[in-house]
């Protein structure tokens, strides 16, 4: 009777710490070991001339998220995680957004109603915080902690969204008292606003303006005021979506004095540049997201952090509006002024090719550096390691077998999202997903999907890495 319900074979398993030749056996989703020769498996694959990796994380994404600008997502929970396992992500973690006036647990109630039944594959929730009431504050907050929503963002730009230091400080303190991560967009909401003013007056109106209107001092201030409210609170905090050297050397500064300041950077800043923005007419709009890729020269200054320690995390920030859409890019039409344009870009199906063909093909980072921006230090972020992140005895089978040979011209047609474009259309990539599990079922098969729907469980998360107890010794 064989052993293990699948057996992966003859690969070269990669974890944030070692890369070693050895053969993985499943039993009832988990893996159950790793060695060599193992006993037969039910199923088998053989991986040989493979990458063998744990499931791609993707901590910062957004599907199905409702707007107040009558722009819709083209990505729900199916078609964005199906875009997630075709790329190798086995776990995502959307937001659960709180628009004003309306209480946190309705939004996630919300949220889950969106989400139940369409996952392919596992995924838990971030919050996001609008409207911090004392209700909020004294009891719903609080209470959504201890019951596994262990993370919260923090926007400091954005009219609808933005919070005053004096509510984030506030939103600190219960992060530090009750063990939860939060995470901050960190963008002065004034200094952009004073500055689109200026480009509006002037007739400066095109996609490209969108840059110009949020500078690096922009983030560069905000950055640094994030790190002194955490600071004073005495609470480490994740900068989410880094964008070039000002903001990095901030974090820097602030990690080596000690403070526990994290940072998240995503492929649009290490790809992409602040020309792709000057697209012919509206198609500029297709790169808008804040903040905005930056020069060649910053490409490398995230580069540097990648590969000395300043960053912990990439994600995708995928945020799916269509291009060509009058409930996406164009909600108030293709002659609309930058300041209108939704933001973001998609990007949850390229995150784990761009990041491995720029990294670890072009000598940027190692392989085990790859696994820890991509899925451990993620997981164990986020309060789902070692369930989820790593290739370990016990934990589920979310595995990658990864073609690190397979050279790929990313096109729109290739991908499996639900938005018209990629902004990273005509990037040749080394390396490519080629068989995707999630919890020992196959996902994906030598390229093509092939999982049955709604599978994807929802996660309860623990607090943070950070804020566990200390095991004995």
Not at 416 to 427: A, C, I
């Amino acid at each position: 009777m064989p052993q293990f319900d699948l057996v992966i074979r003859h690969g070269t398993l990669a974890t944030a710490a070692d890369v070693f030749a050895a053969d993985l056996g499943i039993v009832d989703g988990k893996i159950a070991a790793i060695g060599g020769h193992l006993a037969a498996g039910r199923q088998e694959i053989d991986a040989s001339g493979r990458l063998v990796l744990p499931g791609g994380v993707d901590g910062h994404c957004h599907f199905d998220q409702p707007t107040s600008d009558g722009s819709v997502m083209a990505d729900d929970f199916y078609t964005g995680s199906r875009s997630a396992a075709c790329g190798g992500t086995t776990t995502i973690i959307p937001f659960a957004c709180q628009f004003r006036g309306q209480t946190l647990r309705a939004a996630v109630e919300d949220y889950h109603n969106r989400a139940r039944g369409r996952s392919f594959i596992d995924y838990a929730f971030h919050l996001i915080i609008s409207d911090p009431t004392e209700q909020l504050i004294g009891q719903d907050l609080p209470a959504l902690i201890r019951d596994g929503y262990t993370s919260f963002k923090i926007y400091m730009t954005y009219d609808d969204m933005k919070l005053n230091d004096r509510q984030v400080l506030d939103l600190l303190t219960i992060a530090r008292r009750d063990g939860a991560m939060a995470m901050i967009h960190a963008e002065n909401s004034d200094f952009i606003g004073w500055l689109t003013g200026k480009l509006l007056a002037a007739g400066q109106t095109e996609p490209r303006y969108h840059a110009t209107s949020r500078p690096m001092a922009v983030e560069r201030e905000a950055t640094h005021r994030a790190i002194t409210m955490a600071e004073l609170a005495d609470v480490p905090i994740l900068i989410v979506h880094v964008s070039g050297r000002e903001a990095v050397e901030q974090i820097h500064w602030a990690q080596g004095r000690g403070l526990k300041i994290f940072a998240e950077t995503c492929p649009q800043y290490m790809v992409l540049t602040e020309a792709d923005l000057h697209g012919h007419g509206f198609e500029g709009a297709k790169c808008i997201c804040s903040p905005p890729p930056r020069d060649r020269a910053n490409q490398a200054a995230i580069w540097d952090g990648l590969s000395g320690g300043v960053f912990q995390i990439v994600s995708s920030d995928h945020a799916p509006f269509r291009y060509a859409d009058p409930k996406g890019k164009m909600v108030r039409g293709d002659k609309a002024p930058f300041n209108w344009v939704p933001n973001g870009i998609p990007g949850v199906e390229t995150r784990l090719p761009i990041l491995f063909s720029e990294g670890v093909g072009k000598g940027r980072i190692s392989l085990p550096r790859f696994v820890e921006l991509a899925a451990t230090n993620p997981a164990k972020m986020y309060g789902l390691y070692p369930r989820k992140g790593t290739l370990a005895i016990g934990a589920d089978a979310d595995i990658v077998i990864f073609d690190p040979d397979r050279t790929v011209r990313i096109t729109n047609a290739v991908l499996h999202h639900n938005v018209d474009y990629t902004p990273y259309e005509g990037l040749e990539v080394k390396g490519w997903p080629q068989t995707v599990l999630s919890r020992g079922d196959v996902l994906v098969d030598n390229g093509s999907f092939v999982a049955a729907d709604g599978r994807g469980q929802f996660l309860h998360c623990d607090k943070p890495e950070f804020a566990r107890p200390k095991a004995a010794a």
